[in-house]
């Protein structure tokens, strides 16, 4: 007898079912469906130039990589500074890819566009070869606590790196050349749209609560039936998997690939976004994502004092709000509009009393 | 058939031997204590019966099935749950998140169903939605259900950890001291907690208590260890006049 | 095998390990006590070469080696102090991802405060020691490697005999221990924090002084790679473990000399983050370290 039936008759469940069971995520879908109409349009009216749709596409690169990051440091709570080894893995391997399939396919396939098709084959084997990855460093690595797990995943990335530098078929340090440039604001968008909206899903199933659960307390989560073991590879692979994607989205946008964009500092910038943003929070972490990418932009003005601003404001930030911008809550954009809502129609209701007065 | 039953469980640390030769028995529905002067190795015997450590000698089934090299998340699936001293909760999270979290096994989803949303998900899902919010109004908690763990008075926080254990659906339930730090009109409150859970939920109740009130109150017998060995067992009128409790406590 | 050669590949493993051992002296006394990486510790090894450098290029009479270093290191000691002051001690009590992102986030502003000072480019280190090598039999060792080992074991020993046998040293070890019970027995917890930074510090421009010297050459990423190893190295000895970053710090210079001189010099990195890792799964505490099992 399950636990349900000592407290509950099935004629109650069913009344309960019935009050619990809506969906509220069509909201949200229909501000980013908005957001989207409005980014394209400025694009292709030509408001936006190719500088700015260019930083656009770098945006969302770093939305893919912090919130990916976020589900092995936000949510399962482990120190990861190697995450710019796993968006290497990704990026070579889409790039190889996409190389090779530039000549095969030439056609659009019926109605999808063969940008697309290489992309999502790219992309798929980039998720492969960067999950894999994350499997065979996370399993023993896993194993490790707090500092040791961060160094251990630092001397990985550092080793990516390494090799390849030193592989041919990499093309070493002088970098990867003529990679298809097949990257567009919409595949970039929606495929963010896709990997948020994932990782958004995931974390609201047991699944996620279990991940969370050991971010907590390992040994209650162990104390309540949680596989702690399988669970932490679980959010481990996924983070390194969708990382690989990023990877292959900021591949097909350069066109060019060189091992020192994927050193140390470039796993320090995605953990500083999912820190700043708030440790676990996603819609922190895209905001995060946003500003840490185009603040760099805006004080291009400053130029030589621009990484000296940045790393500055990055420690004050830290000694001012040590959980981030977010916290570990999130921003709802269906509770944003309801209020806003609400405040229209409080001040609609005043004019209307007011009217009344006169 | 008894639904805890350990014989002879051994621990040595290094030269140390924290549990010696400790047998118990705890029958369907039945309510034991396990008392004894600090350091007399009570949490032991827990950390042993839910695996977290690996006995030197000695066997342990619950209900029937053998723990031997389980892990302890394994264990809770054969039938047994804990609370801990210190308490343990998911702090960051919800109280409602906290139950649902240890429903986690009751549920069968997989990860493709959590993304699509499938019917079984929703079903599962509202299903323990169900659990968690009924368990909590057992325990007087179902207006804090959005709150954070954290943010729960003390007293709530240690029956907040009592219904988590709950959801994972046991038949013995292990509560390590779960007065340990309250007043005494919260600790009354517990002990009818503890009575309720126990009849409403027909589980065994195991639990380590100092407060002699709780213990001499509420269980049908009582199990005295000192240095890891068993000196006493019986009821707690047996108890109360036994000399070597007394001894034990008071020193000699 | 060529002996000789063998030779000079063990005196350069120990020249290349003392340099690592230094550095990895102040990572590893800084997690000891605050249970920080101080990723800003690779950079003030830098800024100790860049004042070595300052003092001998602007003054004019050749001032004596020793004076250089000693004045180096005490600003080195300086900086490290106010470090601590301005941007960790704050953060003492926050979670410990906040404390290491502002580690990090130092680290980056002392590079990028470097890089507008003296510029990005390299800066042509002066002959400080002279060049002339000391002749061993066949084996010619230069001057500055004499001085680079010889001098770096002194310190190591006078820091053995300082941490053990002075009160302060005692002080030192009772707050990594327990900074509470330090507390209560009238130990001076900022002190002794400042004095462990200040200390770290002074020997991480020691590392660093060297390591210009030998390469001849300061430039403001000279802390990156150089500091990552000495980590490293902290790490293999067992972090919070001062004669573990020793035997770390050597063993690594042993280990990136020997695959430089007969493996692949392409490769080296990648074997040294390969011990790394490897130390990690089957000693996670280092050579020296203890475990330590959480109490449920």
């Known amino acids: 007898m399950g636990i349900l039936e000592r407290m509950m008759s099935k004629s109650e469940q069913k009344k309960v079912y019935k009050k619990l069971s809506k969906s509220s995520i069509i909201v949200n879908l229909s501000v980013i469906f908005v957001i989207f109409i409005v980014l394209n349009t400025l694009i292709n009216t030509g408001v936006l130039n190719r500088y700015y749709s260019t930083i656009l596409v770098l945006i969302l690169v770093a939305i893919i990589m912090s919130t990916s990051l976020n589900i092995g440091t936000g949510f399962l709570g482990q120190l990861i500074l190697g995450h710019a080894g796993f968006m290497a893995i990704g990026a070579y391997t889409a790039a190889l890819i996409g190389i090779a399939l530039n000549d095969v396919i030439v056609n659009d396939f019926l109605f999808i566009s063969r940008n697309l098709i290489i992309f999502v084959i790219a992309g798929s084997g980039a998720m492969f070869t960067a999950s894999i990855a994350g499997l065979l460093v996370g399993t023993p690595a896993l194993r490790l606590r707090g500092d040791y797990l961060g160094i251990m995943t630092l001397g990985f990335g550092e080793i990516v790196r390494v090799i390849i530098t030193n592989l041919e078929i990499t093309n070493g340090a002088q970098g990867l050349m003529g990679i298809p440039r097949l990257m567009t604001f919409p595949i970039a968008f929606w495929t963010t749209v896709i990997v948020v909206l994932i990782i958004y899903l995931f974390m609201s199933s047991r699944h996620g609560r279990a991940i969370l659960s050991i971010r907590e307390d390992e040994i209650a989560s162990e104390s309540v039936g949680i596989n702690i073991t399988k669970y932490k590879i679980m959010g481990f692979v996924l983070a390194s998997l969708f990382g690989g994607l990023g990877g292959a989205v900021f591949a097909f946008q350069g066109g060019f690939l060189a091992p020192v964009s994927f050193g140390f500092i470039k796993s320090v910038e995605i953990f500083v976004i999912v820190v700043l943003g708030g440790m676990g929070s996603i819609s922190g972490a895209i905001i995060a994502a946003i500003i840490l990418t185009f603040l760099p932009e805006l004080l291009r003005e400053f130029d030589q004092y621009r990484l000296l601003l940045y790393s500055g404001l990055l420690v004050v930030t830290m000694l001012f709000r040590p959980q981030g911008l977010m916290g570990t809550k999130e921003l709802d954009p269906k509770k944003q509009i309801r209020k806003v809502y609400r405040f229209i129609k409080k001040i609609i209701k005043k004019d209307i009393n007011k009217g009344s007065d006169l | ?252 | 095998m060529d002996v000789e050669l063998f030779i000079k590949q063990i005196i350069n493993s120990l020249n290349t390990g003392s340099i690592y051992a230094l550095v990895a002296i102040g990572y590893t006394m800084v997690y000891g006590i605050i249970r920080l990486i101080n990723f800003a510790h690779g950079e003030i090894m830098m800024f100790g070469a860049y004042f070595a450098f300052i003092i001998a290029t602007s003054i004019p009479v050749g001032l004596p080696f020793f004076v250089i270093v000693l004045v180096s290191m005490a600003l080195a000691a300086l900086m490290g102090i106010l470090t601590e002051k301005i941007a960790y001690k704050k953060l003492r009590t926050a979670p410990r991802i906040s404390a290491l992102i502002t580690a990090i986030g130092m680290s980056l502003f002392l590079q990028n405060l470097a890089q507008l000072i003296f510029g990005a480019n390299p800066k042509v280190m002066p002959q400080v020691i002279s060049n002339e090598p000391i002749m061993f039999g066949n084996i010619a060792v230069p001057q500055v490697m004499m001085y680079t080992i010889s001098m770096s074991i002194g310190i190591m020993i006078l820091l053995t005999l300082f941490v053990k046998k002075t009160r302060a040293g005692k002080a030192m070890r009772a707050v990594s221990q327990d900074k509470e019970a330090a507390m209560l027995m009238g130990i001076n917890i900022n002190g002794i924090i400042s004095l462990t930074f200040a200390i770290g510090s002074a020997l991480g421009a020691l590392g660093g002084i060297f390591y210009s010297i030998a390469y001849s050459q300061v430039y403001p990423t000279l802390g990156v790679m150089t500091g990552l190893k000495a980590f490293i190295a902290a790490v293999f000895g067992g972090i919070g473990n001062i004669g573990g970053a020793m035997i770390g710090g050597y063993a690594i210079g042993f280990i990136e000399t020997m695959t430089k001189g007969y493996i692949s010099s392409r490769w080296s990195d990648a074997i040294v983050f390969g011990v790394l890792i490897l130390i990690l799964l089957f000693k996670p505490s280092g050579i020296l370290g203890k475990n330590v099992k959480e109490k449920v």
Request: aromatic share 6%.
């Open chain 2, 1 to 252: 058939m008894a639904i805890l039953e350990v014989n002879d469980l051994t621990i040595k640390f290094g030269g140390l031997t924290a549990v010696d030769n400790f047998n118990i028995k705890v029958e369907d529905n039945e309510l034991v204590g396990l008392i004894g002067p600090n350091g007399a190795g009570k949490t032991t015997v827990f950390n042993l019966l839910t695996g977290v450590y690996e006995p030197t000698d000695g066997t342990i089934f619950i209900d029937g099935k053998n723990t031997k090299g389980k892990k302890p998340s394994q264990i809770v699936m054969l039938g047994s749950s804990r609370t801990f001293q210190n308490i343990r909760l998911f702090k960051e999270m919800s109280v409602l998140d906290n139950i649902k979290v240890a429903y986690h096994n009751e549920m069968t989803y997989n990860l493709l169903s959590s993304i699509i949303k499938n019917k079984k998900f929703k079903e599962e899902e509202a299903r323990a939605n169900m659990v968690a919010i009924e368990l909590l109004s057992v325990f007087g908690l179902e207006g804090y259900k959005e709150e954070l763990a954290k943010n729960l008075p003390y007293g709530k926080q240690r029956k907040l950890e009592i219904a988590r254990a709950l959801a994972t659906n046991p038949k013995l339930l292990l509560l390590d001291e779960p007065a340990a730090g309250m007043n005494p009109q919260e600790t009354e409150e517990l002990m009818d907690t503890i009575k309720l859970v126990k009849d409403r939920f027909k589980v065994s109740v195991l639990l380590i208590e100092h407060d002699m009130k709780l213990v001499m109150g509420i269980c049908e017998r009582i199990v005295v260890i000192d240095y890891g060995k068993i000196i006493a067992k019986g009821s707690p009128q047996e108890i109360r006049k036994n000399k070597d409790v007394i001894k034990a406590y008071l020193g000699e």
